[in-house]
């Protein structure tokens, strides 16, 4: 008689337990557009969520002050003129996001350094409109529907639009640098590889295409990556494998494992339940756990990947919750507790509850660092500037230790992450006016006391 054995792994009893109310984000108005956006996106200190009204207006959270942020008290970010549709968070600065709008424009924004829309007790906090985007990104004819970051490049943004095209951007120059244009439908998701050394996007026509972001050319092309009519989400789980999230011809979710190296046919393929929403994976490429969320579902399955047949392993149950979801986010590994033995950290948007922190746990007796389940993670440091890049550079995400007792390694990665700033076109011309100014009193100075210049 054969033993049965079960797979081991430092994540099988990784729990979540309902938050708090006194944890949640709550008394906003969540923006009512739809598409195949998150809704919320987060870095390691803040979030954005798009709300309700004109000019676009967006919540800016601090994620060390959950509470109640009430509409027309609280400050907010507004610069659009349509609604804005998605948001990422520049990976090398955690002040940094962009925006993607319904008018066609990508805004670049700064979160001042006194942002503060609650106080310390969770209450709402008045303050003014922030109204001045540092940069605009004009190129797109249609609305513009998802962004993403360069991951190891600096200032480095792609972008999306109903304009069936897509951009990859120098955010600096404020111009694009290449564009892809021969695309027949609407685009269902972008993501970059780990080094950002190519790019894939789904669409609507159900094919899969592989970019050489540097040339805005189509290298590989995956027909009919899931049967169904479901959007398509991507995720690289390695250098040549991806996995692909969607529905099967009777409608069924579905995970696909796709070896970039032969896309003949897919490695395997993981039936997930015959729910209607779209599929949100949440992957943690530091210890290959994948969380799989799903728009309008209450559950957050948990799988692993591993690089042997059948390669995608379910963990556990995972979370479980009868409140829905409408949107998902990670949080970056360097804002959690890390002594806590917190290893994953999930926004949740609930269409009347406001925002859920889900925090995974991986459960130990000792209050030592878990050096096993913390391995070095991304830093937030460019690996290169945008034009090395662009010139041919490639290199792997600086890395950083999540030992909070390093010998101040950690500090010293942040000291070195050197944050690129942009100015508004309203500071500049400010502080023109205050140098014009001074220059008109040194002048009448001089000529007070007789001195030619």
């Known amino acids: 008689m054969s033993g049965f054995k079960i797979r081991g792994s430092k994540f099988r009893h990784v729990f979540c337990d309902q938050p708090k109310s006194e944890e949640t984000w709550t008394e906003f108005r969540i923006s009512t557009v739809t598409g195949d956006q998150q809704y919320i996106k987060a870095s390691a200190k803040y979030f954005a969520i798009g709300l309700q009204g004109g000019g676009g207006p967006m919540m800016i959270g601090r994620l060390d ?14 610069g659009h003129s349509g609604s804005v549709l998605d948001m990422d968070w520049n990976p090398h600065n955690d002040e940094m996001f962009a925006t993607a709008s319904e008018d066609t424009k990508i805004k670049i924004w700064q979160v001042p350094d006194d942002w503060e829309p609650t106080d310390e007790n969770g209450e709402s906090k008045a303050g003014d409109e922030f109204s ?16 993403r970051y360069h991951p190891t490049a600096a200032n480095t943004l792609m972008s999306t639009s109903a304009d069936h095209t897509v951009k990859i951007w120098d955010c600096e120059s404020m111009a694009p640098v290449t564009s892809c244009d021969d695309i027949p439908n609407l685009v269902h998701d972008i993501v970059w590889d780990r080094r950002g050394e190519s790019c894939a996007f789904s669409c609507k026509d159900k094919n899969l295409r592989i970019m050489d972001p540097r040339t805005g050319t189509v290298n590989t092309t995956i027909e009919t990556v899931h049967e169904g009519a479901k959007s398509v989400k991507l995720t690289y789980v390695s250098d040549n494998m991806m996995f692909s999230f969607g529905a099967s011809k009777q409608s069924s979710r579905e995970i696909r494992v796709w070896d970039l190296k032969n896309t003949s046919k897919p490695l395997h393929t993981e039936k997930v339940d015959t729910a209607a929403g779209a599929m949100i994976p949440l992957y943690d490429p530091d210890t290959s756990v994948l969380y799989l969320c799903g728009k309008g579902d209450g559950v957050v399955r948990i799988y692993e990947y591993e690089d042997k047949a059948p390669y995608i392993f379910k963990l556990n149950d995972g979370f479980r919750s009868n409140i829905p979801g409408k949107g998902y986010c ?33 459960p130990r007796k000792s209050d030592a660092f878990q050096d096993d389940i913390y391995p070095e993670s991304i830093a937030p440091i460019a690996a290169h500037s945008h034009a090395e890049w662009f010139g041919g550079s490639a290199k792997e995400c600086e890395t950083m230790s999540l030992d909070p007792a390093d010998g101040g390694a950690t500090a010293g990665i942040m000291a070195k992450s050197a944050k690129t700033t942009f100015k508004s076109v309203a500071s500049v011309s400010k502080e023109l006016e205050e140098a014009k100014k001074r220059i008109d009193e040194l002048e009448a100075l001089l000529k007070s006391n007789s001195i030619s210049y």
Request: net charge positive; with cysteine; glycine share 12%.
């Open 65 to 78: 002050r959950p509470g109640r942020a009430v509409p027309g008290v609280s400050p907010i970010f507004s």
């Open 132 to 147: 001045e985007s540092v940069a605009d990104l004009v190129g797109h004819r249609k609305k513009v529907t998802l962004l």
């Open 330 to 362: 990670m949080v970056p590994k360097r804002g959690l507790n890390i002594m806590g033995c917190e290893t994953a950290r999930i926004l949740k948007v609930t269409n009347g509850q406001g925002i859920h922190p889900l925090t995974f746990t991986v």
